[in-house]
């Protein structure tokens, strides 16, 4: 993975050269501005380096706060001696200072100056106070106060391994090093490197890191920018989200594509769901009109029922009247027969009845008698008697003699041929010529059959009629 360098003029790459082999090493930051930007130090608070960061801006103060909450933040000036210091504020730079001269030529620039009073102590009671050991390296860049910044550090005591301080005046390439290099160099420092805006001293125990300033930030350090890296980070987070997109749109043309079949689906469903509404409310409605029909016929059938309902009752109201009045007739009828019962002259007609009776029975067993007596020559003479009355001749003669419609031709055609002519099928009763004449109680009970059979045909026909 590269290298991402925060600073401004690659100083944390040589720095990150010098201290390859130190895994978590600790740094102190003099005028540390901004936490991210132009930083020498953020590069090393991500690798776990932890540090001290002065900074005497508020602005910038409650930025380190917020990016660096493992490391110690002091909003304070840095001197040679604990204090207070007039501190002229260059509204939205890293170009405040406490040098009043620094602030009139940034006054003439046209930058805005807000001026206040910061707390300054020197770098010895700092280190003291936050129990400072080993120092990797130590920055400063006080815009003008790098002199009195060394002066308040004890390098006999506390020896950061590198040492780098801004070494030209603010906005400017003019060299502002000869009023402290003497500082460094009386007390075991050496020159090692310049890139134009910093100079880097080395202690002399340390200068087995001399040979990481021989040359300048180059390809084989392997660092990117940051703006670089955060370039490609969000091209990267953008070819991400062009694959997502991408993902999306083919899966959204597979929605779409998806969406249109069942569309269509759903459509000729409409249209088949639509065909059979249609034509169930036909079906419905037949129905409802057939069965409308069927309850007016129903009514019809209903309102001929009830009235023949009605009619029965009539009947059967008249025929109780007629069973009743038939029951006073027996009752009367009874009466009148034990009355005759009872009566003298049945008394004394009592022995005539009897003997009436016996001749009646007498004669009943004599024809009985007859009739066997007869009726065994009789079967012997049937056949040849059927012989002649076949014969057209002897037929009408005896006929003539006898009558056609006498009793003894009619007992005569029942002796010969056993029966009486009968009905042909689907003959109506009524049209049939009996050979023998009904009686005046048979004619008339068979005039009620033919007349009862009559009204029922037409019962049926008509309640046909009204059911079609």
Known sequence: ??????????????????????????????????????????AFYEMGWRGINIEPVTHWFNRLVADRPQDINLQLAVSDSPGILHLFEVVDSGLSTTDPNFAARHIQAGHQICESDIECLPLDKICEAHGVGEIQFLKIDCEGGEAAALRGLSLDR????IILLEATEPNSQKPAYMEWESLLTEHGYHFVYEDGLNRFYVSDEQCQLDVAF????????GFVRAPEAMTRRQLESAQGDLLVLRDTQRLLRANVQFLDSENKRREDALIQYRKLSEQLEEREAASLQHAQIERDQWRVDLDYLRSEVGRLHQEVGRLHHEVAFRDDEVARLHKAIHKLYASMSWRITSPLRFCARTASATLKKANRIGYHLVRWPAHLLRPSMRFMARSSAFRAMAVRVAGADSQLTIYARLFLFGRLPTP??????????????????????????????????????????RGA
Do not use: C
């Not at 993975?1 to 600790?26: P, T």
């Not at 021989?214 to 350090?221: G, V």
């Open 214 to 221: 021989a040359y300048p930030p180059n390809i084989f350090d």
């Open 1 to 42: 993975m590269s290298f991402i360098s925060y600073a401004q003029n690659y100083e944390d790459v040589m720095l990150a050269r010098a201290l390859r082999g130190v895994a978590k090493g600790f740094y102190i930051d003099v005028g540390a501005q901004d936490p991210v930007h132009d930083s020498v130090t953020k």
């Open 424 to 465: 042909q099928e689907n003959e109506p009763f009524g049209t049939v010529q009996l050979d023998k004449p009904l009686t005046r109680h048979a004619a008339q009970i068979f005039a009620e059959i033919q007349q009862a059979n009559q009204k029922q045909q037409s019962g049926d026909s008509s309640f046909r009629s």
């Open 158 to 161: 506390i020896r950061p391994w």
